[in-house]
């Protein structure tokens, strides 16, 4: 391990644990050396599975071996979780939603500049080769000036893949801060923060089934928040976008993340994922289709099932924290970054409970594109758009 590397414990050791834990040996700068769970045998079992140490959740803050909490826990746990890395002086990397509300996601950033620490969140995906790509293409004016776009995201929900489903469906789910939170932070990294936000929600089910396989599995599930809503963004640079999000439609409808501009018309890559091409249209030209490099850590779509494959380099985010501190520069999924995304997310909830706009008090900095300059430690990512 060479002295600038930043050893990691990973607390959470559910569903999404196996993706960095596996994605973390394709990088250099990190290394995950411990886990952690509130269920014993769940972390002893990635441990095994990892080659990792095993350590009670206090035992993982207390570790003077780890400098950086990696928090995988569910949404509503993000913000005591978190409050107890930073306490224990531990750069931290959070999950998305920063927290479930407005004055989760201040207190931690608030807590974590007071004591020093870095304070990183998810997505990460706005640094794989497909958001980058995207990213130099209209920093380059590709589509000139950004006039309006669309998000548009509907399917099935998440009890028939996610073996333990319910946290979706209570405060801190719901499809906009759970799957809302790649396309608003692909926006913001594309065209820069948001000013305004309207919308109205719904929520097609009372209640979901789980059909997922596992212990779960026929357990019926209030739900807690909307699972629909539909609205728009005005950004700061004056281009209004629609969103529509759903989780209440049976057969899912393909994705959309759309910018018109004055200049051109581009169709974004998945923001859930990393690679994807882009296309673009020159005023009215017809799309040409602009690839990244190939996937090296692709794995199927467990989400829709469909068998596709899907790059999907969580760890990122990490990696680039990591790098940041040793070059003494800031990272990139800041926490800056992250609350702003979290209070525009907010905003939509709010703007349909109160029948009116939102106005968004917070804003944040575009993160730096990657350049050539970082495809050394990018590795195993697909880079070539950089
Ligand atoms: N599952 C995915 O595909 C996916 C993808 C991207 C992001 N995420 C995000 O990752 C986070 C975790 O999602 P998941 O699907 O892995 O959830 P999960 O329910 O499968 O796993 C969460 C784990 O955290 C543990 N836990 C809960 N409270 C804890 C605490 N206080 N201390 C220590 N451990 C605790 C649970 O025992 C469980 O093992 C969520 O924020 C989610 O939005 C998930």
């Not at 140490?53 to 207390?62: G, K, T, V, W």
């Not at 978190?82 to 999950?95: F, P, R």
């Not at 509300?101 to 870095?118: D, I, K, M, T």
Request: charged share 20%.
């Amino acid at each position: 391990m060479s002295p600038t590397t930043l050893r990691a414990g990973v607390l959470g050791c559910g569903n999404i644990s196996d993706t960095y834990l596996s994605r973390a040996r394709a990088f250099e700068g990190v290394e995950i050396v411990a886990c952690a769970d509130t269920d014993a045998g769940r972390a002893s079992a990635q441990a095994e599975r990892y080659g990792v140490r095993a350590l009670a959740p206090e035992a993982l803050l207390a570790d003077p071996g780890v400098d950086i909490v990696i928090n995988l826990t569910p949404p509503k746990a993000h913000a005591a979780v978190g409050a107890g890395v930073i306490a224990a002086g531990k750069h931290l990397y959070s999950e998305k939603p920063l927290g479930v509300s407005l004055e989760e996601g201040r207190a931690l950033v608030a807590a974590a500049e007071r004591a020093g620490v870095r304070l990183g969140c998810a997505p990460d995906t706005i640094l794989g080769g497909g958001h980058q790509l995207a990213r130099k293409l209209v920093d380059e004016g590709a589509i000139g000036r950004p006039i309006s776009g669309a998000i548009w995201f509907a399917t099935r929900g998440m009890e028939h893949w996610h073996p333990d489903p319910a946290f979706f469906f209570q405060a801190g789910g719901g499809p906009i801060l759970d799957i809302g939170a790649y396309y608003v932070t692909a926006l913001v990294n594309l065209i820069g923060p948001v000013r305004r936000v309207v919308g109205i929600g719904a929520r097609g089910f009372a209640e979901r089934v789980v059909t997922s396989e596992g212990p779960h599995q026929g357990a019926r599930l209030p739900v807690e928040v909307d699972t629909l809503v539909v609205g728009a963004l005005e950004f700061a640079c004056g281009a209004v976008v629609s969103l529509t999000a759903t989780w209440d439609v049976w057969a899912e409808t393909p994705f959309r993340l759309e910018l018109y501009g004055s200049e051109g018309t581009m169709l974004l890559p998945d923001p859930n994922f990393f690679g994807g091409a882009t296309r673009l249209s020159r005023r009215g030209e017809p799309f040409e289709r602009i690839e990244p490099s190939a996937m090296a850590h692709a794995r199927p779509n467990r989400r829709t099932g469909r068998g596709e494959e899907v790059a999907d380099y969580r760890m990122l985010g990490v990696v680039d924290l990591a790098r940041a501190i040793a070059e003494g520069r800031g990272h990139r999924c800041s926490g800056q970054l992250a609350l702003h995304v979290l209070e525009v997310l907010l905003a939509f909830d709010r703007a349909a409970r109160e029948g009116r706009q939102v106005e968004i008090a917070s804003t944040c900095e575009r993160p730096q594109a990657l350049g050539p300059q970082d495809l050394r430690w990018r590795a195993a990512a697909d880079a070539s758009a950089a």
